[in-house]
């Protein structure tokens, strides 16, 4: 009897029928269409449309992120800078676009500090001197030139129509002018295009930048010397100069983008792709996931698995603040700050029940400023795939549009350590390695990201100043955890940046039980539900887009941040 029945099981298991519903499906070799997550919805139709045009992601990616400087000047703009993370799928490589702003001459650190010594906090954040050589518009002409396949002329034509016709105003675009005005309405350039009609932006008003429509289209008529020689140039420096700032026509003419080796590590079958130095998120993300991967996340209660994810950030950070910087400028021990010794080395130091507290830093917590950062992620349907993530720092930038030009500047400057040991706006502090100096990027935690298995491929970032590295390690663990693009984008947040010592979350990020757990072990946490009446907090943090590619199922899906009601996560199918 136990024969028979022994070779019934076998003959089943051998059957075409058995082994067809035990295989599992094929993997497919290319997605079935294209998907665009972006912070604004005319930036995703934008890159969408550039699909159906016959373009590639890399054309996709200069559509949407010009548009996203034009709807979005709030976050991010051709007087800015970014990241972008490129997937070459015919040739297999990765390539990375360093296009971060750098230092002008002029801005030594006595450049910052008011005649009493002490730091000059305004100028850091505030003007011409908060500002840094812009590298997004020579990134765009990398992107399309070397990448793309389609005219720099066509990508660009959405973000020149839009600035021309104008867009809705949105309320985090109102809220934002409103938390900069006092700084905004310093400059001429400025009152032009945001005063134009005579009053403050208003939600749901119509606004356009009939100026940044011309200043795109010298972009897409004479590629880089369209920016950074000839007319724009010329009243980029009388612009700066009237403000009484200090660039010269050979830092503009001088500026390059630089296509650096990403960097790449594994973590829990998935190989991770993601940003090197002048970014601070890649040596963190390996440092930080390097750390946790011995631990089953998924089996421990939710007060230990933030516990020791907060650890893990406590250490990261902590490197990030003495040994990060422009690479070109400074040695970083790549080797091993990203090892999995070194990661074993600062475990080792982890008490599982306990918080270690960070190192004494006498004065008072420097409040965190909103931060500002966009961030978009293509896949098209050949496969390649973009993860870009670019900026002009605070909201708004430096608050001053250069007249004539609808070019409005960063203030990155204020990424440098501009004073050692001084924390930024975003409370984050550096020293040497991270000091300005002519022609250097400032360090950056902008962190655009892949993640490849076996089966899925996941395209992840965010903006949020220094909470951009531990809201994408949150998102890579969310995947690895198994959940959709969807999901990842709204996990709630929490973050440790070594100083100050404490856990911030986001409103109703933890329950109050993890909350009490995380304080029993010796955690500080600031909860926003718990903030001292007038003292600033902020309740919700980022604006993650992400987009995956499930390979079995071979389906797209995208996932925008539920905080921010205008992004928009888009698919097409292939032609
Ligand atoms: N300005 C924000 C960053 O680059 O990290």
New binding site residues.
Partial sequence: MKMIRWTLFVGLLLSPWVQAAQAPAPLAQHPPGGAVASAHALATDAGLQILRDGGNAFDAAVAVSSVLSVVEPISSGIGG?G?FLLHDAKTGQDHFIDA?EIAPAAATPQAYLKPDGSFDRDRAENGPWSAGIPGLPAGLVHLATRHGRLPLKQSLAPAIRIAREGFPIYARFARGYESRREVMERYKGTRAVFLADGDAPEEGEVFKQPDLARTLELLAEHGFDGFYRGPVAKKLLEGVKAEGGRWTAGELAGYRIKEREPLRFEYDGWQIVTAPPP???GIALAQMLQMLEPWDLAKLTQAERVHLTVEAMRRAYRDRTFFLGDPDFVKISMRQLTSADYAAGQRSTINPRKATPSDLLSGEQTPMED???THFSIIDAEGNRVAA?Q????LFGSGMVVPGTGVLL?N?M??FALKPGTPNA?GVMGYDANAPKPGKR?????TPTFMVSQDRVAVLGT?G??R?ITMVLLGILGYADGLDAQAVAALPRYHHQWMPDAIGIERDALPDDVVAALRAMGHTVNSPKEAPAGRRSSDAWGNLQTVEWDRRANVLRGGTDPRNPVGRAGMIEAP
């Fill in positions: 800078g990241f971060r970014s601070s998120g931060e500002d950062t993530t900026t002009v720092n605070l960063n990155e204020d990424d975003f400032m360090l950056s935690s902008m903006p100043g220094s951009i």
